[in-house]
Every structure is written in C-alpha cells, then in structure tokens.
C-alpha cells in the first residue's frame, strides 16, 4: 500500500466527520524506529499507511510514548542523546544529552519520569519529562532495556554485562538496586505484567520465555517458543499473551494462566518488537528483515502490511485513540475491552459497539449515558474531573468496568526531589 498524502488524509478525515454526540473511528499513531536509516516513520494505524518520516539520533533503539501522547522519546544508541517529538507537529522539538549508547526508555505511570539504559556508561539515567533533563542516575551493568511496575515503586532492567548476566531490580523512589537477579544467558528483554505479579524474561540462545514472580524474583514456569524469542508481553485487556519470535517470523500467543502456547500469527522476515494498540485487540509488529510493520488482529482476523523505513526494530504507539486525547474501548463478546482504562481530565474516552447485539451505557455519577447502542455505532464521553467512574452496560447490567481519571499537575512525586 502506497503512503497517503497529507491532502488525502485530511480529506479522508473530513469524510469520517461524525454526527454530533458520535465518535468516528481515529487510528492511533505508531511511532517506528528504523535502525539503518536513523529515521522514525510514522504510521497512522487506523489509515494502513506511513505518513511521515522523522530523521533521529543515529541508530534509534529505545521508542516510548508519553503518558499524554504529546511526546514521543527516541533514544539514538549510535549517539549520546534522545530525539524528542512532538506528535501534534511529528517534528523533532527537543535533543536531550544523556550519555553515551542510551537503549531502552520507560516511562513511569504518573507520566513524571522517563528512565533510559545508558549502556555505554553502564548506569541507568532518571529524566524529569517536564525539564527534559537528567536528574540522576543509578550504576547497573550494560542496561539494555527498561520496565517499570504499575505502581511505580519498581523498575526491572537486563544488564547484559559479559559473564555477570542478570535482571536488576530498582527502587525507584530511592533510587537504588534493590536486588541483582543472576540469569544463566544474556537477558534480550522483560516485560512486567499489567497486575504486576510477574516479569516475562526472554534470553538470547534460549528457545523459551522464563516468567519470574516478583514477590520472589523466582521462575515460576516457562514458555516454549520457537528459536530465538525477542519480546513476550501480556498488554492490559488483551485476550492473550504475545511473543515475538524471530526464526519462524511469528507473533505467538499465550495463556497467561497456563502458560501454555494457544496459537500463532505469521508475521514477516526477522520480527523484532511488539506494541498494542487502543483497545487492546489489535498489535502492530516490526518487522526488521523485510521493512514493514504487521498490523494483527489478536482476534483471529487478517494481518495488515505496512512499509515503512529500514531495519524498523522498536515501535511505540500512542495510548489514546487520537492524538486529540482519549481512550478507546470495545464492547464484544458481551464484556467491556479493556473494562479499567485510565486517562487525564479533559480527555475522552470513546465506547464502539463491536458485537452482534446492542449495549448501552449507564453511569453511576449520573451523567447522561445511552439506553441503545447498535453494532457499529459509537459514544463518546469528556471526562474533566479527577476521580474513578464505574459504568454498566443499560441493557446487560453485569458488564461492568470503569475509568479512572487523573490531573497530571496533582500527581504526587514519586521519586522525591531531583538530585
């Protein structure tokens, strides 16, 4: 598929105007990092297309999204800095220096603070987003990626040090290790799962994902793959587990209660990393070895293919449906997807009728909802105060879920005061 133009997209996006009180559909945008070209192309998810390219720090590595979907972070591993963009313009606004080799970039859950793995100089950097500057720093042996724990408290990191391999375990407010993990192989990635109860490890040379328990820092189980499993990541409201597995060129999924492998996608050459999008049913996967990104549907249906940049590795979508502000979810199989989203005050959030009966929404603070929602349609609701609002569906009251609304400028700081 040829990229769209920006006239086109603007007036395909004049064709999708809703009715007043509807949400049209809005594809999030997909931030890809090509390694060769020192260039991040971005893909309008709901479009199927590339539809800008963003030169970047020399060899892009670590891609992560802010909490706000108003910056993207891209570390240049060939470099000392990250390339700041903005995704309102798509353009670069800021350069950030943080040493030598930066890799992987997590963001805490307040959306306050960005950790980078600054391999070259073997310690992790602590980035105040507002300032965009370094605060601090904690020592760990060639950092390679980053995950943080849903309540902000930890941070597991691979440290791919020869013959010291290990997961490092930092307390984030102190600031500290808190523990160093031996691993037998040199650890690729890991990925902290949404209840934060478990770290999903993969290992170069291993045809396999090790699940450790973080209560312990012990494996629990393991996962078969096949050769050479880059990335496993249970995502928030998915129907399963995934991982990216590189010989076979497959995106494989699996139960998370079982670990048990319940099937696989054929993606394309050499896969790398593995992103999901809002709602949580559709993943978009790099493929390095052929130059193109796999949008999957986790549901069974037809796998997209998009060209985009050369040697594409990492991929960061946004959060929200639209770079407007908002969250999307699906309402199939009779149940809310996913039925906890969490957004800031004056975003939305957008329902889309996905299954073969009509729903509804009801909301316990009073707020007006609908009685009648019909396959296809959507509704869309503002939310400008802080706090947590449970809703029902008005025609099956057992489904249930709720939205969880935040005010970014009385977050708490988590991690003290810069130092």
Same mark, same amino acid.
């Given at each position: ?45 709901g479009g199927h297309a590339m539809v800008a390219t963003i030169p970047v720090a020399a060899g892009p590595d670590g891609i992560v999204v ?137 290992? %170069? *040379?291993?045809?396999? &994902?090790?699940?450790? =328990?973080? $209560? ?6 393991? !996962?078969? #793959? +096949? ?33 048990a492998a319940t099937g696989s996608i054929a993606v394309g050459k050499q896969p790398h990393w593995v992103d999901i999008l809002p709602g ?43 770079? %407007? *502000?908002?969250?999307? &979810?699906?309402?199939? =199989?009779? $149940? ?6 969490? !957004?800031? #005050? +004056? ?73």
């Amino acid at each position: 598929m040829k990229p769209l133009s920006l006239l086109a997209l603007a007036l395909s996006a004049a064709l999708l105007v809703p009715a007043a009180g509807a949400a049209g559909p809005a594809g999030a945008k997909a931030y890809v990092g090509n390694f060769k070209d020192d260039t991040v192309s971005v893909v309008d998810t709901g479009g199927h297309a590339m539809v800008a390219t963003i030169p970047v720090a020399a060899g892009p590595d670590g891609i992560v999204v802010s909490r706000n979907d108003r910056l993207v972070f891209v570390s240049g591993s060939g470099s000392s800095s990250l390339s700041v963009i903005d995704t309102a313009t798509d353009r670069i606004v800021d350069t950030i220096e943080v040493g030598k080799g930066p890799q992987g970039l997590a963001t805490t859950p307040d959306g306050r603070w960005l950790l980078a793995a600054i391999n070259g100089e073997d310690r992790v950097a602590f980035i105040d987003v507002a300032s965009r500057k370094v605060v601090g720093s904690v020592a760990v042996p060639k950092p390679h990626t980053v995950s943080i724990s849903p309540d902000g408290k930890q941070a597991y990191v691979s440290s791919q040090a020869p013959g010291q391999f290990a997961l490092a375990v930092l307390d984030l407010p102190g600031r500290t290790v808190a523990a160093t993990v031996p691993v037998e192989k040199t650890p690729r990635d890991l990925e902290i799962s949404p209840d934060g109860k478990t770290v999903y490890v993969t290992m %170069a *040379g291993a045809p396999m &994902v090790q699940v450790f =328990d973080t $209560a312990t820092n012990k494996v629990v189980a393991q !996962i078969p #793959t +096949g050769v050479s499993p880059h990335v496993a990541h249970l995502f928030a409201g998915a129907p399963a587990g995934v991982v990216v597995v590189q010989g076979p060129g497959e995106l494989m999924l699996f139960d998370p209660a079982t670990h048990a492998a319940t099937g696989s996608i054929a993606v394309g050459k050499q896969p790398h990393w593995v992103d999901i999008l809002p709602g949580a049913r559709q993943a978009l996967v790099t493929n390095e070895g052929s130059n193109n990104v796999s949008l999957v549907d986790l549901g069974g249906g037809p796998v997209v293919t998009i060209p985009v940049g050369n040697a594409p590795r990492k991929v960061a979508v946004q959060h929200r449906a639209s770079a %407007a *502000g908002g969250a999307k &979810v699906s309402i199939r =199989d009779f $149940a809310f997807g996913p039925d906890q989203v969490a !957004i800031r #005050t +004056g975003d939305s959030v957008t329902w889309s009728n996905d299954d073969g009966a009509p729903h509804g929404l009801g909301f316990k603070d009073g707020a007006p909802g609908t009685n009648e929602l019909l396959p296809g349609q959507s509704f869309s609701r503002v939310f400008d105060k802080a706090g947590v609002y449970d809703y029902v569906c008005s025609v099956h009251p057992y489904m249930t879920a709720k939205v969880t609304v935040s005010d970014l400028s009385a977050s708490a700081d988590s991690l003290g005061a810069p130092r």
